[in-house]
């Protein structure tokens, strides 16, 4: 069923496969806009990641970045309570350049945590390169920190990530959703900087841009995020085993350039 | 686990995508490479030309697949010249061996309005023919509320949800109509699968791919491994429209 390979039959048989321990690089938590997931909870996330082989996953609660009374309380919590198997994303509200000083400045506390920054550049109505990024973008560069970027279509993300990954290359960039759609544009992006990672959330329910991206030599920068609570991890995996592709790709794609991008800072 | 795809096509688009699209003859071998025993299929188009042509062209192509893929026609307007006599129409329609019907709603289309459509839905309930109805192909939830308000023992398979959750918009017509049911190429939802045969059993949810836009594999390994039970995964996996199909009266 799904593809005739050795991985397949696992994740058909189990659910899960020992042998390729998932990691989920984009992941959120709770409400947003009044929308409803039936497994928002971080129980609910640890259920489902259990269900799918899903090791670690890092995330941002919808509340770091949508409700600066909340700030990133619930990272920090969702961390503390499973440490081997969540860490945190520093949500980034441009709006509320207090909040990010402060949030930055407590950073190092909080470092067995914490695994990097997330910016949602385009839903907090500015451009990655914004004034108001700066203190981030220098924190991020100084200590070499993954930083999850919400990029999508033509939003404005591709022009100022170019700016970003120039003046900052030593801040690790994962494009979320690989500028979703202008598959051209994210494949040029990687290859120009090698600070930049490209994110499959919201990427595999198309079927062809990950075969586009093997193709095109990226193999070893390509991400697995779901948005969990709002995608299953078992939808993308699935559309990998479906995808033409070998084991080794989906390996290294499910966790090895995850475990390399993150080191230490995930269990 | 038998798979049936309640949702796949063929044919050329207008435009070039990221996906490339397959004939007849292509889709049948990625079924079987994914193992999917049936599908139920159309063709682009019905879509983005015309229902009557792309009925034609749809029918031609899967001539020879007879045994494994279905056809899902699109249903002309019946208050233009298209459709000619509808009771004819629907014979003819009816001896293809269609398991189930689709209003294409480009822009040229026409209103899936009571007012409009009576006299198609009145043929679809005396046969017993699934309306499967794409809210990301041109639908809309409003359209589908009044649809169903005037006659709410339609066999409707909501399709096409769009991927962020839209629980909000299907679950009020899962509740009140108890022929409605959702294919689930686009939900995806952690616990979605689960929470709606929790509420409603297994009858309402049915495995569709999107192939070729989408792979096979994305829902049939969320379908395996939902937490429900063997017989409730056989049912969305292909038996709820395997029963649908064989209902459809001559
Ligand atoms: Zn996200």
């Known amino acids: 069923m799904i593809c005739d390979s050795a991985l397949s039959r696992e994740f058909v048989q189990q659910g899960r496969s020992a042998s390729c321990p998932v990691i989920d690089v984009h992941v959120h938590l709770g409400p947003v806009y009044a929308g409803w997931m039936p497994k928002w909870s971080i129980d609910g996330l640890i259920d489902t990641m259990d269900q799918a082989g899903v090791e670690v996953s890092v995330l941002c609660p919808h509340s770091a970045l949508f409700s600066p009374d909340i700030g990133n309380d619930e990272t920090i919590e969702a961390a503390r309570r499973h440490p081997g198997r969540i860490r945190g994303y520093l949500g980034i509200n441009p709006a509320h350049p207090r909040n990010i000083e402060k949030d930055l400045s407590n950073f190092g506390r909080n470092r067995d945590l914490l695994a990097g920054l997330k910016m949602l550049a385009s839903y907090h109505r500015v451009l990655m390169d914004d004034d108001a990024y700066r203190p981030a973008w220098e924190f991020a560069d100084a200590h070499r920190l993954p930083v999850l970027c919400h990029t999508w279509g033509s939003d404005g993300s591709e022009q100022s990530l170019r700016n970003v990954a120039t003046r900052h290359p030593n801040a690790r960039i994962i494009m979320a959703h690989a500028l979703h759609g202008l598959w051209d544009d994210a494949i040029d992006m990687a290859k120009r900087f090698e600070n930049v990672h490209l994110d499959l959330c919201a990427v595999l329910d198309d079927r062809g841009p990950v075969e586009k991206f093997v193709k095109a030599g990226l193999v070893k920068r390509l991400l697995f995020g779901t948005d969990n609570p709002w995608f299953h991890p078992h939808q993308g995996i699935g559309a990998l085993l479906s995808a033409d592709l070998t084991d080794e790709d989906r390996q290294d794609i499910l966790h090895r350039n995850a475990r390399r991008l993150f080191g230490a800072t995930i269990p | ?250």
């Open chain 2, 1 to 250: 686990m038998k798979f049936l795809d309640c949702n796949c096509f063929v044919g050329t688009p207008v435009h070039r995508d990221i996906w490339s699209p397959v004939d007849a003859k292509a889709l049948v071998g990625q079924m079987d490479q994914a193992g999917i025993a049936k599908a139920l299929v159309w063709h682009i188009a019905q879509l983005e030309l015309h229902p009557s042509v792309g009925n034609d062209l749809l029918l031609r192509d899967i001539e020879p697949f007879k045994d494994r893929l279905i056809p899902r026609l699109a249903i002309p307007c019946p208050h233009t010249d298209e459709m000619g006599d509808m009771d004819e129409w629907f014979a003819r329609a009816l001896s293809t061996g269609v398991g189930a019907m689709q209003i294409c709603q480009p822009r040229g289309s026409y209103l899936v309005r009571p007012e409009v459509v009576g006299g198609i839905a009145r043929k679809l309930l005396q046969h017993q023919i699934p309306l499967i109805y794409s809210i990301e192909r041109g639908g809309n939830w409003n359209e589908l509320y009044d649809l169903l308000k005037a006659f709410p023992e339609l066999r409707i398979i909501i399709s096409d949800l769009g991927v962020w959750p839209a629980d909000r918009m299907f679950r009020p017509l899962l509740d009140l109509y108890p022929n409605v049911m959702v294919e689930i190429s686009q939900y995806f939802v952690p616990g979605g699968v689960e929470s709606n045969v929790m509420r409603y059993g297994a009858g309402r949810l049915l495995y569709g791919s999107g192939f070729p836009a989408c792979y096979h594999g994305a829902l049939m390994l969320l379908t395996a491994h939902a937490k429900i039970s063997e017989a409730d995964k056989a049912a969305i996996a292909g038996g709820n429209l395997q029963r649908l199909i064989e209902q459809v009266r001559p």
